[in-house]
């Protein structure tokens, strides 16, 4: 059943549960869950007075920090409808946003003005409100520190599309109802045992389902701190952890791995943090930092919500995800029929649940492709044991997920593709130990033509955000291997260049042993 809570009702009954205590946690200093409502109130104020109400599309382009997390908050309270956009966007990805979602609203700091080049996007109230990185909105800050008039948005009604690059070329929107972020944050608050002591502690961006209703959520949930660091830095996390008090994280696979590429410390397992939640447990980080890593499987279009295993469990497979979350969700796997398999046999993860995802916004034909009787069809491909727990087992779609971003590999062909002397091209994402996927791009020139790898990065460099350049490039001569319909033969192309990945990543390891 749906809790029956707007993110407004959730985040205001928090706040009149335990007025008092300790909220959020930056480098600023921290403020009370009633001192931060005061200040949210402050900006929804600003919102009025700009004429954002219910239904209004208000997409902000802004750094993660208290700033964004002060607006998004605000928003829900007017009963708008938040379209994030991410930082470091391009022109042209902020315009197809903009006009696909055909937002009302969209504010901007120093950084997404100088995106913009001074141009105002069409249709769209362009509020500019300075640096945004000391917290504040410029403009958007009014004196009202009593909450705005009651709206009549409800539980089901939309609280943010949050575009995701997903399998397609083009991102998709993904509306999410506000039910869902209560939802996530007391079952995620619930199957980890947070509590008033607790700190939960995000490096993740907040314009992410992950640290939204994964991190946000279950603090607002369980009445504990929430601590907001606006960039992880591997230098700086175990300070920054003992400074806050930190006791749970989310932490991408990346992340772990980075953190394990530091010299070991004999004050290594000296930590407040008991838990990290990860789709990845490393036993080796579990035992050098004493922490606890419980398994997770969510999407934004699942909101938040998924599988989890247990803290305290003692027994991990490889693949083990969990079980599902919360309590009333549903999962199982399917095969290419749609019909549901026995356990043991791998096919494609479903999840079901009242407040996952409404559609995809404007997409009627990806909508259908994703929701089927009420099943969000995920495209990863997993098993169930007996007992019903999961167990991940890759993708089903070309999605590459380098440190925690969804990179669509079509979207990434097409943009090589466009380059006037490439004949064809296919991406893929190969391991990597750090960043868990990186971009690969095997390109063959057209007929008496040349182009570079350095030509093919520079190009995608001015038409993509920074991490969905690829970060190899394969030159090839010979047409790629198609299959009898014609289709590039994608299983061997990439199974020939993650080998290749492989062995370069293996004489480097050796070099690194060899030389200290």
Same mark, same amino acid.
């Given at each position: 059943?749906?809790?029956?809570?707007?993110?407004?009702?959730?985040?205001? /009954?928090?706040?009149?549960?335990?007025?008092?205590?300790?909220?959020?946690?930056?480098?600023?200093?921290?403020?009370?869950?009633?001192?931060?409502?005061?200040?949210?109130?402050?900006?929804?104020?600003?919102?009025?007075?700009?004429?954002?109400?219910?239904?209004?599309?208000?997409?902000?382009? +802004?750094?993660?920090?208290?700033?964004?997390?002060?607006?998004?908050?605000?928003?829900?309270?007017?009963?708008?409808?938040?379209?994030?956009?991410?930082?470091?966007?391009?022109?042209? !990805?902020?315009?197809?946003?903009?006009?696909?979602?055909?937002?009302?609203?969209?504010?901007?700091?120093? $950084?997404?003005?100088?995106?913009?080049?001074?141009?105002?996007?069409? &249709?769209?109230?362009?509020?500019?409100?300075?640096?945004?990185?000391?917290?504040?909105?410029?403009?958007?800050?009014?004196?009202?520190?009593?909450?705005?008039?009651?709206?009549?948005?409800?539980?089901?009604?939309?609280?943010?599309?949050?575009?995701?690059? /997903?399998?397609?070329?083009?991102?998709?929107?993904?509306?999410?109802?506000?039910?869902?972020?209560?939802?996530?944050?007391?079952?995620?608050?619930?199957?980890? /045992?947070?509590?008033?002591?607790?700190?939960?502690?995000?490096?993740?961006?907040?314009?992410?389902?992950?640290?939204?209703?994964?991190? +946000?959520?279950?603090?607002?949930?369980?009445?504990?701190?929430?601590?907001?660091?606006?960039?992880?830095?591997?230098?700086?996390?175990? %300070?920054?952890?003992?400074? $806050? &008090?930190?006791?749970?994280?989310?932490?991408?696979?990346?992340? +772990?791995?980075? +953190?394990?590429?530091?010299?070991?410390?004999?004050?290594?397992?000296?930590?407040?943090?008991?838990?990290?939640?990860?789709?990845?447990?490393?036993?080796?980080?579990?035992?050098?930092?004493?922490? %606890?890593?419980?398994?997770?499987?969510?999407?934004?279009?699942?909101?938040?919500?998924?599988?989890?295993?247990?803290?305290?469990?003692?027994?991990?497979?490889?693949?083990?995800?969990?079980?599902?979350?919360?309590?009333?969700?549903?999962?199982?796997?399917?095969?290419?029929?749609?019909?549901?398999?026995?356990?043991?046999?791998?096919? !494609?993860?479903?999840?079901?649940?009242?407040?996952?995802?409404?559609?995809?916004?404007?997409? !009627?034909?990806?909508?259908?492709?994703?929701?089927?009787?009420?099943?969000?069809?995920?495209?990863?491909?997993?098993?169930?044991?007996?007992?019903?727990?999961?167990?991940?087992?890759?993708?089903?779609?070309?999605?590459?997920?380098?440190?925690?971003?969804?990179?669509?590999?079509?979207?990434?062909?097409?943009?090589?593709?466009?380059?006037?002397?490439?004949?064809?091209?296919?991406?893929?994402?190969?391991?990597?130990?750090?960043?868990?996927?990186?971009?690969?791009?095997?390109?063959?020139?057209?007929?008496?033509?040349?182009?570079?790898?350095? %030509?093919?990065?520079?190009?995608?460099?001015?038409?993509?955000?920074?991490?969905?350049?690829?970060?190899?490039?394969?030159?090839?001569?010979?047409?790629?291997?198609?299959?009898?319909? &014609?289709?590039?033969?994608?299983?061997?192309?990439?199974?020939?260049?993650?080998?290749?990945?492989?062995?370069?990543?293996?004489?480097?390891?050796?070099?690194?042993?060899?030389?200290?």
């Amino acid at each position: 059943m749906s809790t029956g809570l707007t993110v407004r009702s959730f985040w205001e /009954g928090r706040v009149d549960a335990t007025p008092d205590r300790t909220f959020l946690l930056t480098d600023a200093g921290r403020s009370s869950f009633r001192q931060f409502d005061a200040s949210v109130n402050r900006v929804a104020g600003g919102l009025r007075h700009l004429g954002v109400g219910e239904g209004h599309l208000l997409s902000y382009h +802004l750094p993660n920090g208290v700033a964004l997390l002060r607006l998004e908050l605000a928003a829900q309270k007017l009963g708008a409808i938040t379209v994030p956009l991410i930082p470091g966007s391009t022109f042209d !990805e902020i315009g197809y946003v903009l006009d696909h979602a055909r937002a009302d609203y969209l504010v901007v700091d120093t $950084a997404g003005m100088q995106t913009l080049g001074g141009a105002t996007p069409s &249709g769209v109230a362009l509020v500019a409100v300075g640096n945004a990185r000391d917290g504040s909105l410029g403009e958007l800050e009014s004196d009202e520190t009593e909450r705005p008039p009651s709206i009549a948005t409800g539980p089901r009604d939309p609280m943010s599309i949050r575009y995701t690059s /997903g399998s397609t070329g083009q991102p998709k929107g993904v509306v999410q109802p506000s039910a869902g972020f209560a939802r996530a944050g007391r079952a995620i608050a619930d199957r980890l /045992g947070i509590g008033l002591t607790d700190n939960v502690f995000s490096t993740m961006p907040l314009f992410h389902t992950a640290a939204t209703h994964m991190m +946000l959520a279950p603090a607002i949930a369980a009445g504990c701190a929430f601590t907001v660091v606006p960039q992880f830095s591997r230098s700086a996390f175990w %300070d920054q952890i003992h400074s $806050a &008090g930190g006791t749970i994280a989310l932490l991408i696979p990346a992340q +772990l791995s980075i +953190l394990m590429t530091a010299a070991p410390d004999a004050r290594d397992r000296d930590n407040p943090l008991r838990i990290v939640f990860s789709h990845v447990r490393p036993e080796e980080f579990c035992e050098r930092f004493g922490v %606890d890593v419980c398994t997770t499987w969510a999407m934004t279009e699942t909101s938040g919500m998924g599988t989890f295993t247990t803290p305290g469990r003692t027994s991990y497979a490889p693949e083990l995800i969990g079980r599902p979350m919360p309590d009333d969700a549903q999962i199982k796997v399917c095969g290419p029929d749609g019909e549901r398999l026995p356990a043991g046999e791998l096919g !494609e993860l479903c999840f079901r649940h009242p407040d996952q995802m409404i559609e995809y916004y404007r997409d !009627e034909v990806n909508t259908a492709a994703t929701l089927r009787d009420g099943w969000v069809h995920s495209g990863d491909l997993c098993r169930l044991d007996e007992d019903g727990n999961a167990y991940f087992h890759g993708r089903l779609k070309n999605v590459i997920k380098r440190a925690g971003e969804n990179i669509a590999g079509e979207e990434v062909e097409f943009t090589v593709m466009a380059h006037p002397e490439v004949e064809e091209c296919l991406v893929c994402g190969v391991e990597d130990p750090i960043y868990t996927e990186e971009v690969c791009a095997v390109v063959v020139a057209r007929p008496g033509r040349e182009v570079s790898e350095a %030509d093919v990065v520079n190009w995608c460099a001015d038409r993509l955000s920074a991490w969905k350049v690829p970060r190899y490039v394969h030159l090839r001569r010979d047409p790629l291997p198609k299959l009898a319909n &014609g289709k590039i033969d994608r299983r061997s192309v990439v199974a020939e260049i993650s080998a290749g990945i492989a062995e370069v990543w293996d004489r480097r390891a050796s070099e690194v042993h060899q030389h200290g």
